[in-house]
Structure formats: structure tokens, C-alpha cells
């Protein structure tokens, strides 16, 4: 079995000397034990945040041991009476080949059903990060037909859904996402109203200007996942009682300050500001999942994904999701 651990806490812009491979032999299945061969690993940006020591909303990943993480793959052998060989599941086997899960943490390991829904979309917009966007976007900003809701990391796992989610409740979805290819596929594919490419903006005014025409009656909601100046341009056009969903703040992960310019705005708009996270709120997610697999299922959400091939490329692939080298979802195919 190989997998990946964590080998150093990077200081700064994690590398690949952080990681290294590992090959160890696949264990013997006691009762009620199953065997899972991992078909894909999702790469998060919160994975960047377990690298580090310092105390955050998750525990530190522990050194020397497989990189936690999301997987979806195909039982191959079994002495769990609740799942049988062939069954697909999405769980969190980590950055390896294979998993071996408990039958005591039988809730780890979800059935999936692969009809209508390609299993490496449970990582993705039928996962996770769909939920994620879905929790903010329903919970937090909660739009009115004809309101607008702005979005960060638009092109991204969670920011696509978000835009989606928010036409399908009547409102106006504008993006934000670095480059030009990133926003045409935004408006083209995802069906956003409009995408402001944030590179070709050096400074606070000039995004929030480019904010202005694209969203002609202010921003009632926006979906954080960036921070830093794509947050203060929005701030200077957010409407009195518009919404912050805080999700991310990825400009920040490697450690880099990120100021807020104009709290003050707050009051001024009498906004609401609130941060989540999605594991929190597991009593949503059959409501969210519903009606993300349903929208998947009949091609009305759609999605893209970025693989990369092999578990040896998971810690590249990782290195550019924090940079944006991403297009769409991030995931490592392993067979
Ligand atoms: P994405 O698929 O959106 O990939 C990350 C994207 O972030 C990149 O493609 C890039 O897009 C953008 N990005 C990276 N670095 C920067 C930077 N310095 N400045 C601006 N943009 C940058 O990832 P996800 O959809 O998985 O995650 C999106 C956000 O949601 C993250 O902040 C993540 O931490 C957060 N999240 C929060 C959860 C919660 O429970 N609160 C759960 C899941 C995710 P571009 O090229 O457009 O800049």
C-alpha cells in the first residue's frame, strides 16, 4: 500500500520535501473490517491549514503519518456485514491506495450510488465543498429573487456551486477568478451573470469599480473564499444589510496578514458576517445533498474538474491548488 505522509511542517509556501512516500503492506481484515481501494483523493485548501502546528478550527495533521483527506473507491474485500465487494464509497481514506476502515466507525464509510452521479463528483459538487457552497449560500446569504451575489474563487469547487445555487433561487451571480479562461468558462459554462477577472486589477478602487458595473445595484450577498483586496472592493459595494458567508480566506494560508481595510462598513451597512464550517452542520447535508445530486444528476449543476494522475503527483497538485493552477475541482485519479 503506498501512501503519503507528512514529513515537515513547512514554514511559509509548503514544498514537496514536506511530503514523502511510504510503502507498506496491506493489513490482514480482522471482523467487521473493510477493505477499500481509494479511485481518487480530493485535494482541499484546508489541508494546507493541517500542515502547520498552530491551533486552528482543525487539529493538526500529525507528522509521519498518511495526509488525512477525502477519497471515493470500490470495496474489495469485506467482513462487514453492512457492505459487500463492488460497493462504492466515498470516506476519508487519505492520500494512499487503500484503506482499511472499522466496522465500529461504520458512519466514516457512505454508500454511493453511481447511476446518475460519477463517484468522483461525491468529491466535489455532490461532496463536500458542494455543501460548503450550498450551507453559505442558503444558510448565510440566503438571496432574494433579483438580488445579487457575489462570489470569490468562482471557477473553484465551492464558488461553482455557489453561483449556480443562487440563479437557480432567481438571483443575479456575478464571480470573481484569476484569469481570462477561468471567467469565460464561468459565464459560458456555469451560467454566472458575469466574472470579473480579479488579476487584471492592481488596486481596491479599480476592482471595485469593475465591481460596480458588473453588479449595477450593489451586492446584497458574497461568498468569501479569497480575502485581502477582493474583500475590501466588495465591502465598498455591499448594500445596507447584505451578507457575508466567510468560508475561506485562501490568500492568507501561507501566513501572509491579510488586513481589512474598512471593518467600520459593517456598522455603516448593518451587514451580517459569519463564518462556518461545513462539518459543523452535519444536520444539513441530506437537505444539501438532495438537491446538489439532483441538480448534478440532471446536468442542471454543472462542474470541472482538475486530475492529476497517480498518487506520487498528489503533493504538485496540492502546491497548485494553493496557487491557482487549479481549474475546477482538484483530485488525484489513483486507478
Ligand atoms: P478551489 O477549487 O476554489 O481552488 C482554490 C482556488 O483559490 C484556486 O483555483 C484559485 O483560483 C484561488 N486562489 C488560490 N490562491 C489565491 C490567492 N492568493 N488569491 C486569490 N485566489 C486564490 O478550492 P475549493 O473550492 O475547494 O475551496 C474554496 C474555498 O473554500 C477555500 O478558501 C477553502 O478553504 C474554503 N472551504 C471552506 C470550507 C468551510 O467549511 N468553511 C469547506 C471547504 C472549502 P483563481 O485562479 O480564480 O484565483
Known amino acids: 500500500n503506498r501512501q503519503i505522509h507528512l514529513a515537515?511542517?513547512?514554514?511559509?509556501?509548503?514544498?514537496?520535501?514536506?511530503?514523502?512516500?511510504?510503502?507498506?503492506?496491506?493489513?490482514?481484515l480482522a471482523d467487521g473490517q473493510v477493505l477499500v481501494r481509494n479511485h481518487y483523493l480530493s485535494l482541499d485548501p484546508y489541508m494546507r491549514g493541517r500542515m502547520s502546528e498552530s491551533k486552528s478550527y482543525a487539529d493538526p495533521q500529525p507528522l509521519n503519518q498518511v495526509m488525512i483527506g477525502g477519497t471515493v473507491g470500490e470495496v474489495v474485500a469485506s467482513k462487514n456485514s453492512h457492505f459487500a465487494v463492488g460497493d462504492k464509497v466515498v470516506g476519508m481514506g487519505g492520500w494512499q491506495e487503500f484503506q482499511v476502515v472499522d466496522g465500529q466507525q461504520r458512519g466514516v464509510l457512505q454508500k454511493v450510488d453511481t447511476t446518475h452521479?460519477?463517484?468522483?463528483?461525491?468529491?466535489?459538487?455532490?461532496?463536500?465543498p458542494g455543501v460548503t457552497g450550498w450551507y453559505g449560500l442558503v444558510k448565510i446569504i440566503n438571496p432574494k429573487a433579483g438580488e445579487t451575489v457575489v462570489v470569490s474563487a468562482a471557477s473553484g469547487a465551492v464558488g461553482g456551486a455557489v453561483g449556480q445555487l443562487a440563479k437557480v433561487r432567481g438571483a443575479r451571480a456575478v464571480g470573481l477568478a484569476g484569469g481570462a479562461e477561468k471567467c469565460r468558462y464561468v459565464v459560458e459554462e456555469l451560467g454566472f451573470d458575469a466574472c470579473i477577472d480579479y488579476k487584471q486589477h492592481k488596486d481596491v478602487k479599480s476592482l471595485a469599480a469593475a465591481l460596480k458595473a458588473e453588479c449595477p445595484n450593489g451586492i446584497d450577498g458574497y461568498f468569501e473564499n479569497v480575502g485581502g483586496m477582493i474583500l475590501d472592493a466588495v465591502m465598498l459595494r455591499a448594500n445596507a444589510f447584505s451578507r457575508i458567508a466567510m468560508c475561506g480566506m485562501i490568500a492568507g494560508y501561507n501566513g501572509e496578514p491579510i488586513p481589512m481595510t474598512a471593518p467600520q462598513l459593517i456598522l455603516v451597512n448593518r451587514m451580517k458576517v459569519e463564518g462556518f464550517i461545513v462539518s459543523e452542520h452535519m444536520d444539513v447535508w441530506p437537505e444539501a445533498l438532495k438537491e446538489l445530486g439532483t441538480l448534478v444528476a440532471t446536468g442542471k449543476l454543472k462542474y470541472r474538474e482538475t486530475v492529476a494522475q497517480g498518487l506520487d503527483s498528489a503533493p504538485e497538485a496540492f502546491l497548485g491548488l494553493l496557487k491557482g493552477r487549479n481549474f475546477g475541482k482538484q483530485l488525484v485519479k489513483l486507478i
Open 8 to 28: 515537515s511542517r513547512p514554514t511559509g509556501e509548503p514544498t514537496a520535501d514536506n511530503f514523502k512516500l511510504v510503502e507498506t503492506p496491506v493489513p490482514d
Open 117 to 128: 452521479v460519477p463517484l468522483s463528483a461525491y468529491l466535489g459538487a455532490v461532496g463536500m
